[in-house]
C-alpha cells in the first residue's frame, strides 16, 4: 500500500490513502504493533524504509 503525505491530496491517491500536511514543518513515522510475533521479539524481523513514491 502506498501513503500520501502531502499538504494537498495528490490526484491519484486512493481515498484514506493520504495524510495532510504542513509545508515547512517536519515530521516523523511511528509503527505501532498489535499482537506482534516471536521475530518482532528476537529482531529478525524489520520493518522497511520510509521511501519517496514519486
Known amino acids: ?6 499538504p494537498e491530496r495528490p ?3 486512493a481515498e ?3 495524510i495532510q500536511t504542513t509545508p515547512g514543518k517536519g ?6 504493533l498489535y499482537s506482534p510475533e516471536q521475530p518482532f521479539f528476537d529482531k529478525t524481523w524489520r520493518p522497511s ?3 519517496p513514491a514519486n
Open 49 to 51: 524504509e520510509v521511501e
Open 16 to 18: 484514506g490513502t493520504w
Open 1 to 6: 500500500m502506498t501513503l500520501h503525505l502531502a
Open 27 to 32: 515530521w516523523f513515522a511511528i509503527l505501532r
Open 11 to 13: 490526484g491519484d491517491a
